[in-house]
T-cell receptor, first 111, second 115 residues
């Protein structure tokens, strides 16, 4: 059974700062890596995904994936108060039945 | 934008009661999922379905039944509700198997309280 862990559990960052979130997984056969964001009282919504080793940037958000280290991360530059949310990483593999989610990191951006 | 709706949005029941949570998606997605969300546990998969009449067991199925009556509708049934089932329930859909390479779209959630 895939084990997906996130760190830290929570963090507080000043507006404009860079934020880094970590996710580790246990199954080296994993192929699909996602970050979902959930604002308070709302549904989770996909933020970004990556399917091969390396880096992917979309606006202020960057994902790094290192399959050999069983690790991927999300980096947010120029953090905004609207980035305050619960961030969930998720992992799947081809033929797998569903995404396996981590326990989440709560980010609070202080103005 | 994919649309997934859930009803009711809030539900309070007593121990031993019967509860049905409903989910509808209008995006012709084949795959639908039921999750529960609890603090410290993230999202945990209860049941999922590949299409009408199909049901697959998830990671935390005990105490739950599910039924997929049409491509659009997926129901979660708690026949003897227990306080441990107090949680926030989300339904999701996607057009790819296993939620791998395609985004999962989530409904707004149902908050269930079992007294």
């Amino acid at each position: 059974q895939q084990n997906v862990q996130q760190s830290p559990e929570s963090l507080i960052v000043p507006e404009g700062a860079r934020t880094s979130l970590n996710c580790t997984f246990s199954d080296s056969a994993s192929q699909y890596f996602w970050w979902y964001r959930q604002h308070s009282g709302k549904a989770p919504k996909a933020l970004m995904s990556i399917f091969s080793n390396g880096e992917k940037e979309e606006g202020r958000f960057t994902i790094h994936l290192n399959k050999a280290s069983l690790h991927f991360s999300l980096h947010i530059r120029d953090s905004q108060p609207s980035d305050s949310a619960l961030y969930l990483c998720a992992v799947a593999y081809q033929g797998g039945r569903a995404l396996i989610f981590g326990t989440g990191t709560t980010v609070s951006v202080s103005p | 934008e994919a649309a997934v709706t859930q009803s009711p949005r809030n539900k309070v029941t007593v121990t031993g009661g019967n509860v049905t949570l409903s989910c509808r998606q209008t995006n012709s997605h084949n795959y639908m999922y039921w999750y529960r969300q609890d603090t410290g546990h993230g999202l945990r998969l209860i049941h999922y379905s590949y299409g009408a009449g199909n049901l697959q067991i998830g990671d935390v199925p005990d105490g739950y039944k599910a039924t997929r009556t049409t491509q659009e509708d997926f129901f979660l049934l708690l026949e003897l509700a227990s306080p441990s089932q107090t949680s926030l329930y989300f339904c999701a859909s996607s057009d790819a198997p296993g939620g791998g390479y395609a985004e999962q779209f989530f409904g707004p959630g149902t908050r269930l309280t079992v007294l």
